[in-house]
């Protein structure tokens, strides 16, 4: 299931996340994998710089998939991102995204960030629709 028919999957769920980054220095932290059967809407998603100097966050995403029903030209090796190197002020969170996003079975999104680790913290809200 690549491509779920959302209008008649067997449950939708809502859910919520938050997660502490590992710093720029330390690598990737892994956010959010689809399971198979599984697509999911994010709905929002905020980043909040918890020390007193400005800190970058790098939100990207992997395995995106093929749509089902769609001809395009699908990039297998890109890694799109939704941030790259942004920087966040002192003591601020900000709102990453103000529509909705899907990520299909597979998708992956990664982000890290800060100077530290746990310098920078992510909350996201999304729904989960299950295929199986």
């Known amino acids: 299931m ?7 999957v067997s449950s939708i769920a809502f ?3 938050g997660w502490s980054l590992n710093s720029v220095s330390t690598g990737t932290a892994i956010l959010l994998t ?9 709905n929002s998603l ?3 710089n918890t020390q007193a100097t400005d800190e ?12 089902t029903g769609v001809v395009h030209n699908n ?9 790259t190197g ?8 900000i709102q990453v995204i103000d529509n909705p996003i899907y ?14 680790d746990n310098d920078l913290h992510i909350f996201a809200s999304w729904e989960v629709f299950n295929d199986a």
């Open 86 to 93: 942004v920087s966040i002020p002192a003591n601020t969170t």
């Open 103 to 116: 990520l299909l079975e597979a998708d992956t999104m990664s982000a890290f960030g800060g100077a530290s």
């Open 46 to 48: 905020y980043v909040c």
């Open 56 to 67: 970058v966050v790098t939100i990207t995403f992997a395995s995106i998939g093929v749509l």
């Open 15 to 17: 859910q919520n996340g």
């Open 75 to 83: 990039d297998a090796t890109a890694t799109p991102s939704l941030l």
């Open 34 to 42: 689809v399971s198979t059967d599984y697509a999911i809407k994010i």
């Open 2 to 8: 690549a491509n779920p028919n959302i209008v008649d």
